[in-house]
C-alpha cells in the first residue's frame, strides 16, 4: 500500500490545517488509518486512528477536542482536520495504514503499522 499525504504547511498559533492521505490500494476500506507525528529529536507519537467503519475512532489526549480523524473509503482517502494549533503541534505528520479484520479495531502503536506515507511538514508559529 502506498500513502501520500498532503496539506502540512505554515500557521500560526490558533489557526487550522486540513491533512489529507490517498492509499494506492484498492481495499483500502479493510485497512484501519492513523496519524503519527514526529519532531526533531523526539520519537514518533500517536495522533489519532480510525477503524476501517469509520465507526470507530481514538484520539491522542494532547489532541483531543482540537483534532478530528475521518475517511472516505469510496476516495481511499483519511484525512486529518487540526484546529487551534499550538507551537508543539509543530512535527513532521504521517499517514500510517494496516490491514485488520475488525471493522471497529484500531491500533494505537508505531510497531503495529506495516504502511507509512513520506510524511508532511506542519509548523505552527507562536
Known amino acids: 500500500v502506498k500513502l501520500e499525504e498532503s496539506g502540512g504547511g505554515l500557521v500560526q498559533a490558533g489557526g487550522s490545517l486540513r491533512l489529507s492521505c490517498v492509499a494506492s490500494e484498492r481495499t483500502f476500506s479493510k485497512y484501519v488509518g492513523a496519524w503519527f507525528r514526529q519532531a526533531p529529536g523526539k520519537e514518533h507519537e500517536f495522533v489519532a486512528a480510525i477503524s476501517w467503519s469509520g465507526g470507530n475512532t481514538y484520539y491522542a489526549d494532547s489532541v483531543k477536542g482540537r483534532f478530528t480523524i475521518s475517511r472516505d473509503n469510496t476516495k481511499n482517502k483519511v484525512s486529518l482536520q487540526m484546529n487551534s494549533l499550538r507551537p508543539e503541534d509543530t512535527a513532521v505528520y504521517y499517514c500510517?495504514?494496516?490491514?485488520?479484520?475488525?471493522?471497529?479495531?484500531?491500533?494505537?502503536?508505531?510497531?503495529?503499522?506495516?504502511?507509512w506515507g513520506q510524511g508532511t511538514q506542519v509548523t505552527v508559529s507562536s
Open positions: 500510517v495504514a494496516e490491514a485488520v479484520t475488525g471493522a471497529d479495531d484500531l491500533f494505537l502503536r508505531v510497531w503495529e503499522y506495516d504502511y
